[in-house]
């Protein structure tokens, strides 16, 4: 982006990176989706309640926490966007278990599990092999691969009907990698089966797991739930959202985990940042990313979350 003018007192606004400023550029906490509220009501709890209850969960283990802070030293991350992450999900998502065992037990359960990646009889792999895919096989990294067939499924397939086949009007993620009733995140981050096989590649060089497969639905649901696998999969999450505002809107979001927090809850994180950068060009002073509910909870508890650490 070209130089231009800085007003007394805004930041410079340049072809520099920009560094996001520290916290909420909300003053008050943005909506929280209904179906937070159904799922804390069910759970005959509260969200005060569930911060409280994963808050002292990371201050008890410190296991996990030391677990936490060496995935996110092998990934280049401040171990608090894996706190707020967790925090975060584990508040507006699930409850959750108390200790990280139960994490490791619930794995477990699901490892010996006979199910596939599937809608309708048709397999992804099935699905994805067809014309409307071929743009896709030049990819060359496991998450531009997904990213791809993702689009090609929102604009080809969603709530279409192709070859005599009709597909929901529904997130490909929502249709193919749903196998459970309960619902389709799992384990300590509760990640999505679509994004880790997004994530697989940069999983597998930056701590050494298996590339996973979509014909192995097994092994995609172990290493969601399995809870060290887990914790490099919400890092390698983090770091790709760092890394796309950085390449795409020219701005540094590392030193706000109110914003990670956001886009981990919200996902597509390439796409966000180029609808910012189109947003900033030719504008005197940069437009800032703002946090969702989400996210404004983990700024506004940073000090807290920090004591963790």
Known sequence: MAAALVLPGAAAW?????KVPPGNRNAEQPPIPGASYKRTKE????FDDKY???RDLLKTDRALMSKIEATASRYNIDPIHIVGAIVGEHTYNVDAYDR????YIKAASYAGDSFRFAYDGQSVDQFVSQPQFSACATKEDSYTLWTCREDVWEKDFRGKTVNGKSYPNNRFSAVFFQPFYAGQTFGLG???PLTALKLTDLVHQKSGYERLDENKAADVYKAIMDPDQ??????????KSIDDYRS????DISGNPGITATLYNLGNSASRAAVLAAKNRGRSSPEWPEENYYGWLI???LADLKSLL
């Not at 340049?14 to 920009?18: F, G, K, P």
């Not at 759970?43 to 509260?46: N, P, S």
């Not at 795409?248 to 701005?251: E, L, N, P």
């Open 248 to 251: 795409i809107a020219d701005m």
């Open 43 to 46: 759970g005959r709890t509260t």
């Open 100 to 103: 990280l065992q139960s994490y």
């Open 230 to 239: 887990s914790l490099a999969y919400i890092a390698a999450a983090v770091r």
């Open 299 to 301: 700024n506004e508890k």
């Open 14 to 18: 340049s072809a520099d990176i920009l």
């Open 52 to 54: 409280d209850k994963v």
């Open 190 to 192: 509760q990640i999505n």
